[in-house]
T-cell receptor, first 111, second 110 residues
Framework: DAGVTQSPTHLIKTRGQQVTLRCSPK?????VSWYQQALGQGPQFIFQ???????QRGNFPDRFSGHQFPNYSSELNVNALLLGDSALYLC??????????FGPGTRLLVL | GDSVTQMEGPVTLSEEAFLTINCTYTATGYPSLFWYVQYPGEGLQLLLK?????DKGSNKGFEATYRKETTSFHLEKGSVQVSDSAVYFC?????????FGTGTRLQVFP
């Protein structure tokens, strides 16, 4: 049983560019959440998708957007990248009120 | 708003020593409480959880008890190993999101 998978593992972009990160949830999970983890910090909640809709959103600007597909996989898009967007982006999947399980993350560096 | 406070690290211990990592929380509702562990270069792994007051979560020799009266969820292990070296995150959660502490780095030396 595959766990949560994310792609790519690493990414380098320049300021002002746009980036798309991808996540496939654990088998049987229908809910995907995205988190940003800056260096030396705890993860910060970006948003959660369920039934292809954004269900909850954290304190992140509109430059951060997402999508969930009918097969429950998800994308995180960040527009107009800033240096401060450099971080580890974590995807977590869950089902109902069950525990969130995390993927290995995508490390984004913005130069 | 809801928040989690963890003791600052790093925590440095010799192998077989007793471990305590303190975690306190502030919550407006009735969250579940979690400990996640992050090994270098990896994502987060669930270590243990507790869903209501007085519940004890345990896994791999680690344990933590959900204390509503002291709003705490301290992580303990009786005898640490070098392989336990990692960053440990305390978190509170509802259905929609998790709120994490800043993490505590544990270093165990032989």
């Amino acid at each position: 049983d595959a766990g949560v998978t994310q792609s790519p593992t690493h990414l380098i972009k320049t300021r002002g560019q746009q980036v798309t990160l991808r996540c496939s949830p654990k088998s049987g999970h229908d809910t995907v959440s995205w988190y940003q983890q800056a260096l030396g910090q705890g993860p910060q909640f970006i948003f959660q998708y369920y039934e292809e809709e954004e269900r909850q959103r954290g304190n992140f600007p509109d430059r951060f957007s997402g999508h969930q597909f009918p097969n429950y996989s998800s994308e995180l898009n960040v527009n107009a990248l800033l240096l401060g967007d450099s971080a580890l982006y974590l995807c977590a999947s869950s089902s109902g009120v069950e525990t969130q399980y995390f993927g290995p993350g995508t490390r984004l560096l913005v130069l | 708003g809801d928040s989690v406070t963890q003791m600052e690290g790093p925590v440095t211990l010799s192998e077989e020593a007793f471990l305590t990592i303190n975690c306190t929380y502030t919550a407006t509702g009735y969250p579940s409480l979690f400990w996640y562990v992050q090994y270098p270069g990896e994502g987060l792994q669930l270590l243990l959880k507790a869903t209501k007051a007085d519940d004890k979560g345990s896994n791999k020799g680690f344990e933590a008890t959900y204390r509503k009266e002291t709003t705490s969820f301290h992580l303990e292990k009786g005898s640490v190993q070098v392989s336990d070296s990692a960053v440990y995150f305390c978190a509170l959660g509802y259905t929609d999101k998790l709120i994490f502490g800043t993490g505590t780095r544990l270093q165990v030396f032989p």
